[in-house]
């Protein structure tokens, strides 16, 4: 049990997840590392105590249920609390690959975690944001998935179609209209966030930002005041467009 803002941020062993448990933890939050995989994980916990962050290990794999639903009950019963949730877990697919020859089963393969399981972990995690006094959930998304970008023949994204990635965010973003709106009347809020294009593994050494300027807007959503936007999509602290 804890008398601090306790925060989830899921898949935060490494890249863009793990500088935003970094960067909450900086802010004074007990943070939970989420990582599937426990030796990943625990590096990563270590790594941030080194630094001087509250970090705890919570093994949770966001698309295998069963690991959803022991880590609500573990975060229940160790902490008696949750008020922050960074779903960023994700996956993309081989970029190479066009709408015309991706597999379904590569679609349903990027689904799994970036939709299924943000669904999941979201439901799982709700009783326990719904008791905080100030609940904040952020989804990490892409401005892969905003249609009015990828729709524009002179958009940045025109070339770039990966489509079970692009889908998914597309459809994190509906996620987040549709829990934002059941939510109004509650103290939650609940928004998308595109980091940008950061390096990281999924990003590549190409890649122009860094993890941690992609952890900004994220971390900004998961510490909104009372009369911050929810239901909003967001990158650089700016209204993106859906
Ligand atoms: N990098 C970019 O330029 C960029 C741009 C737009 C949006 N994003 C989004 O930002 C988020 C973080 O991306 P990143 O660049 O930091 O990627 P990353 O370095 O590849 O990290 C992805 C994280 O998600 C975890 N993960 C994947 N599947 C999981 C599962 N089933 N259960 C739990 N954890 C799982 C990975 O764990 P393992 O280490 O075990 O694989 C890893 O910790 C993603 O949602 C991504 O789509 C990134």
Not at 165 to 189: G, M, Q, W
Not at 199 to 206: A, H, I, V
Request: some cysteine.
């Amino acid at each position: 049990m804890t008398d601090k803002t306790v925060s989830l941020i899921t898949g935060a062993n490494k890249g863009i997840g793990y500088e935003i448990a970094r960067r909450l933890g900086a802010l004074g939050h007990c943070v939970l590392v989420g990582a599937r995989d426990k030796k990943r994980g625990q590096t990563a916990v270590d790594q941030l105590k080194a630094g001087g962050v509250d970090a705890h290990l919570v093994i949770l794999d966001v698309a295998y249920p069963p690991s959803v639903e022991t880590t609500a009950m573990l975060i229940e019963q160790d902490y008696g609390r949750l008020d922050v949730l960074v779903n960023n877990a994700g996956l993309i697919h081989d970029r190479s690959l066009k709408p015309s020859n991706t597999p379904l089963d590569t679609i349903r393969e990027v689904f799994e975690p970036n939709f299924f399981g943000l669904i999941g972990v979201t439901q799982a995690m709700l009783p326990m944001l719904r008791k905080s006094p100030a609940g904040r959930i952020v989804n990490m998304s892409s401005g892969l998935g905003s249609l009015t970008l990828q729709s524009d023949p002179n958009g940045p994204f025109a070339d770039f179609k990966v489509l079970g990635y692009d889908c998914s965010k597309t459809a994190v973003n509906a996620v987040t209209v549709h829990f934002a709106y059941e939510l109004r009347d509650t103290p939650i809020k609940v928004n998308s966030a595109c980091p940008g294009w950061v390096k990281t593994d999924m990003g590549g050494p190409e890649a122009p930002g860094t993890a941690e300027q992609g952890a900004d807007t994220p971390v900004w959503l998961a510490t909104l005041p009372a009369d911050g936007p929810t239901g909003g999509f967001f990158q650089d602290r700016k209204p993106l467009p859906w």
